[in-house]
């Protein structure tokens, strides 16, 4: 991986890296400098609640029903324990490994995140800059606030991917993943799980989706097959018939600022509005099979993974399918409430994947000791997802780099402790399971 121009992210830097952050936070303390944002995720989290509108905690924080799945996600993680071994000479240390034939620092990437912008007003940009000073990549959301395009450019030559929601139209599909092509995305996230969006009870409570309020469609205001579409059939794919009182004039202002024409322009042509009711009516198929993945594999050289993979036989089916990749992931617990443990879904998967494709993880992942659980039962590679978004709302572009480095320092020092090397010594050998 190439040196950003503003800092070095080469593997050689890499080395050591938990012990230089430990030194840099206690050193800059005896001169009064603070950490950054808490590494304490708890506090980390309550910091984010504090700035962040009641809408938006609800909506990065909650999950489907009680919330059973994104506790359980937790306790998997619990139900594993780390044996150190010692006097093993894990006086330096390498973090990298190879994915898709790029050599990465460290053994994780930034989840996809929708509606950043509910964080941050950098949103999606904040995090693309802080990937890029990190080395560490990012996946663009189909959801995303800002463009893949305005993304990439903030990260020169930093690796990035793009994750696609399978739209109800192949055409727009088609040109998302042109788009992610040319803006240099180098694999293609197909998440699966999403086909309706889970039964989130807090943002029911709230009556609050922000995609109506025009908020994390800019992948899709940006693209000229979306923008031909609504051109062509108009956004009539949900015609209520509501009152206009303040609220939704409140809305339609919201809306008319969120849209890319400017802001006059977008309240008097409506444009706006109608294309919320297009991104409705288009921005998912239920009706996805398996057989549709034939489409996208003919219409990209680049590797393609299915996110959301949890049954081992949707594992071997993903491999049947010419698939390069899976990441075993219950969406954070968004989905399905009383979903199995992701950490709990990923052996079996691994078993089914067999080598053929690398398996990646996420849903749970919050310390360097749930990575190391999760890359020794067969992960290559794991997503962190809230703790850089909470990163994010505390301290924009930095706040998301702290939560980088600070993550990247836990897991090499976890790793040299248990007495690990490198990323491939950490084996299934080093866990045990808890007994009950
Ligand atoms: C607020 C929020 C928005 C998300 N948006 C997307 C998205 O646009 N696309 C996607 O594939 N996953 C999305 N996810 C799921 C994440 O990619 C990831 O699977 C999840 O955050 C993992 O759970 P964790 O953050 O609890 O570790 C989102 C998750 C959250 C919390």
């Known amino acids: ?66 919330e059973s799945t994104i506790l359980e996600n937790r306790e998997g993680f619990e139900r594993w324990r780390i044996v150190p071994r010692m006097l093993n000479d894990v ?30 007003e950098q949103a999606d940009l904040a995090v693309a800059r802080a990937c890029a000073a990190e080395g560490v990549p990012m996946i663009f959301s189909n959801q995303a606030s800002v463009s893949m395009e305005e993304c990439a450019a903030q990260m ?50 709230l009556a609050y989706l922000p995609f109506l309020r025009g908020k994390g469609i800019a992948q899709y205001t940006s693209d000229p097959v979306f923008r031909m579409l609504l051109k062509a059939q108009g956004g009539d794919e949900l015609s209520s018939e509501r009152k206009i009182n303040l609220n939704t004039l409140k809305v339609l202002f919201e809306l008319a600022e969120h849209y890319p024409d400017g802001f006059l322009k977008n309240l008097t042509s409506g444009e706006p509005l109608s294309a919320v009711r297009k991104f409705i009516g288009i921005y998912s198929r239920p009706s996805l099979t398996w057989d549709d993945l034939a489409f996208l594999r003919e219409r990209t050289k680049l590797p393609i993974l299915l996110k959301g993979i949890l049954h081992p036989d949707d594992g071997r089916k993903a491999v049947d399918a010419g698939m390069d990749g899976i990441v075993v992931s219950n969406h954070g617990g968004r989905q399905v409430d009383g979903a199995i443990a992701s950490i709990d879904a990923l052996p079996t998967v691994v078993e089914a ?75 299934r050998g080093a866990l045990v399971r808890r007994s009950a």
């Open 1 to 66: 991986m190439k040196a950003t121009t503003k800092k070095d992210v080469s593997l050689a830097a890499q080395s050591n890296y938990g012990r230089r952050r430990q030194s840099e936070i206690y050193v800059g303390g005896v001169s009064g400098q603070s950490a950054g944002v808490p590494l304490d995720l708890v506090e980390l989290e309550s910091r984010a609640r504090e700035v962040m509108s009641r809408e938006a905690y609800a909506y990065v924080a909650g999950g489907a029903g009680v």
């Open 91 to 120: 006086s330096s240390r390498d973090t990298s490994i190879e994915l898709f034939g790029q050599r990465l620092p460290a053994p994780f990437l930034l989840a996809p995140i929708g509606v950043l912008e509910m964080a941050h």
């Open 156 to 205: 020169d030559t930093s690796p990035r991917w793009f994750q696609l929601y399978w739209s109800a139209s192949n055409d727009l599909v088609e040109s998302f993943v042109a788009r992610a092509e040319a803006s240099g995305c180098q694999a293609i996230v197909v998440t699966l799980d999403t086909t309706m969006l889970g039964w989130r009870v807090r943002d029911l409570d």
């Open 353 to 427: 994947a067999d080598g053929n494709i690398p398996v990646l993880f996420d849903s749970g992942i919050r310390t360097g000791a749930d990575a190391f659980k999760a890359l020794a039962l067969g992960a290559r590679a794991v997503c962190l997802g809230r703790p850089y978004v909470y990163g994010l709302a505390v301290g924009g572009q930095k706040g998301v780099e702290n939560v980088i480095q600070n993550f990247k320092a836990d897991f090499d020092l976890t790793m040299g402790l248990a007495g690990c090397r490198s990323v491939a010594e950490i084996t």
